[in-house]
């Protein structure tokens, strides 16, 4: 699995705690930003939510771990775009649950309210647990088939009810969009020259002149 961190200005300073809780799953982690405290341009919520919404619907990435101060913002931005399934993660148990009932492929983590004495291991242990299950197996056993036919219903709303990623990029505030485009190193990551959407590549190179 191909997993992003992106971390928001506030948070910057626990990106290495994050790396650190992802390092011994064996995934494929990508520091995608902020990776510190001060970097440019500045990312809010605003800007992480359209970078991680990016590389999912790019397939560049297979999940995202993400978050803000409270986790609230991040997963209100990211959740307004197409193919994203972002659960707000603050225990182990809530990341247990996420993986077998919601399959979803972006957390969001809480990563100032509350963050003191002992929350590096908090992160280790929910990582622990979320990669722990079968993603959308369904729990408990009995509720298994209606949860998995409500996921798959869940995926068809998303593409129902959203503009796909091409139209969005096309049309998206400017104070959203350059500052990612701009984020040293993303537009590597992205790589929209070879992107299969052409439609999308299209859109990107619009608004990268």
């Given at each position: 699995?191909?997993?992003?961190?992106?971390?928001?200005?506030?948070?910057?300073?626990?990106?290495?705690d994050i790396l650190a809780a992802l390092?011994?799953?064996?995934?494929?982690?990508?520091?995608?930003g902020m990776r510190k405290s001060g970097e440019s341009p500045e990312l809010t919520y605003m800007h992480t939510g359209f970078m991680s919404a990016l590389l999912l619907n790019a397939g560049r990435v297979d999940m995202v771990v993400g978050g803000c101060g409270t986790g609230q913002g991040y997963l209100n931005s990211v959740m307004q775009y197409p193919g994203v399934f972002c659960g707000h993660i603050a225990t182990p148990l809530d990341a247990w649950l996420f993986t077998q009932i919601n399959g979803g492929n972006c957390i969001a983590l809480m990563l100032n309210q509350g963050y003191g004495w002992g929350s590096d291991v908090n992160l280790r242990f929910i990582f622990e647990r979320l990669f722990?299950?079968?993603?959308?197996?369904?729990?408990p056993p009995h509720r298994r088939e209606s949860q998995r036919a409500s996921r798959a219903m869940l995926s068809g709303l998303s593409r129902q009810s959203h503009r796909r990623?091409?139209?969005?990029v096309g049309v998206i505030d400017e104070r959203i969009v350059k500052p990612?485009?701009?984020y040293p190193g993303f537009i590597d990551l992205l790589s929209p020259q070879t992107l299969g959407d052409a439609d999308l590549v299209s859109a990107i190179a619009g608004r990268m002149k």
């Open positions: 699995m191909r997993i992003a961190v992106i971390n928001e200005t506030s948070a910057a300073d626990k990106n290495a390092e011994p799953h064996g995934h494929e982690v990508i520091n995608a722990s299950v079968e993603s959308g197996a369904g729990y990623m091409a139209e969005i990612v485009l701009e």
